[in-house]
């Protein structure tokens, strides 16, 4: 999805296409629905899977309008020594989050870290790192599949 629109004010979110699809996913994730519909952003219902019975999130990777198309990355922990690059392949950052809040133009995430667990059939599991980005800055947004992550409802 591009979010880039040029005549528009930086703090008007009214048309923010990226603002309005991260809403819809937050009102999903706050419903939990199981049913399957098309695999896109914006589809009506969190899926279920066969790696799980009911599905709480949509992660999301993030693509900055000045990020020359290398995923947004952010520390899995609240570390201020650990700085993440772009196309970082450090074990303490990561690329994928989870919507949850959004305040006008303004969009709160949850960093999900890789399961290291490889028992487990969940692919991210939740941390307590945090952060709040202006939505005017998305250019645009990956969504991966829905999926199970324990301790975020």
Not at 89 to 95: D, M, R
């Amino acid at each position: 999805m591009n979010n880039n629109n040029s005549s528009k004010s930086s703090r008007d979110c009214n048309n923010n296409c990226i603002s309005e699809i991260l809403s819809i996913i937050l009102v999903l994730q706050e419903s939990v629905c199981p049913d399957n519909c098309l695999d896109t952003c914006d589809r009506p219902m969190l899926g279920g899977g066969s790696n799980c019975l009911v599905c709480n999130t949509r992660p999301v990777m993030l693509y900055t309008c000045c990020g020359n198309g290398v995923a947004w990355s952010m520390p899995i922990t609240k570390d201020v020594t650990i700085s993440c690059s772009g196309d970082s392949g450090s074990q303490s950052c990561s690329n994928v989050f989870r919507v949850e809040k959004i305040e006008g133009c303004c969009a709160t995430f949850r960093v999900l870290a890789p399961n290291t667990d490889t028992t487990s059939l969940c692919p991210y599991v939740a941390t307590n790192s945090y952060f709040t980005m202006d939505l005017n800055c998305v250019c645009a947004i990956r969504c991966l599949s829905d999926t199970y992550v324990d301790c975020v409802c």
